[in-house]
């Protein structure tokens, strides 16, 4: 298993969209086992490929409660059904580090996705699942924490990402 480097915003790959994974091999339960020591190592409760430049429809979270490991890997996630009923939570990402802004989601939702062991699953998340679920989606379709927010703030947080980027290359 192998820590992974995370693109931080405001590297134009994150912007990409994933692909649809067709088959399951080695090499994809590998890259889920990796995407979880990249997570734990940053450390962060969710990460997708894309986070770390591959383009392949992969999420992994953790939403540990009182030392429980409670960890999920998905492949091809899908959100198939949501609550009309919304919560604001406040999000951070291991792509934008040190920045976190109020987002609304809903605050249940239905997934379909394949785990590591290659069964087809239809799972109902709530509360912090469904948000870490959510936004690591939009990860795969390309969509960014910034873009849930103003573009007076997406501007600062923007500019921030790029004084850090450049901090970090001297």
């Not at 995407?35 to 450390?43: G, K, R, S, V």
């Not at 894309?50 to 998905?74: C, E, F, P």
Request: a positive charge.
């Amino acid at each position: 298993m192998s820590i992974l480097p995370i693109i931080k915003a405001p590297d134009p790959l994150l912007r990409v969209k994933s692909h649809h994974i067709t088959e399951i091999g080695d090499s994809e339960i590998k890259l889920l086992d990796d995407l979880m020591d990249t997570m734990y190592a940053a450390p962060g409760v969710g990460l997708s490929a894309i986070q770390v430049g591959i383009a392949k429809r992969m999420i992994v979270i953790d939403t540990s409660k009182k030392d429980v490991i409670s960890n999920l890997k998905m492949i091809n996630p899908e959100i198939i059904w949501k609550s009309e009923e919304n919560q604001f939570n406040e999000e951070g990402c291991l792509s934008f580090p040190d920045q976190f802004v109020e987002v609304l989601r809903s605050k249940k939702i239905k997934v379909k996705y394949i785990n590591e062991s290659k069964k087809s699953k239809l799972s109902t998340f709530s509360g912090f699942e469904a948000v870490i679920i959510q936004h690591e989606i939009d990860h795969l379709d390309g969509n960014l924490l910034i873009d849930k927010v103003s573009s007076i703030k997406k501007n600062i947080i923007l500019r921030k990402m790029k004084k850090i980027k450049k901090n970090l290359a001297k």
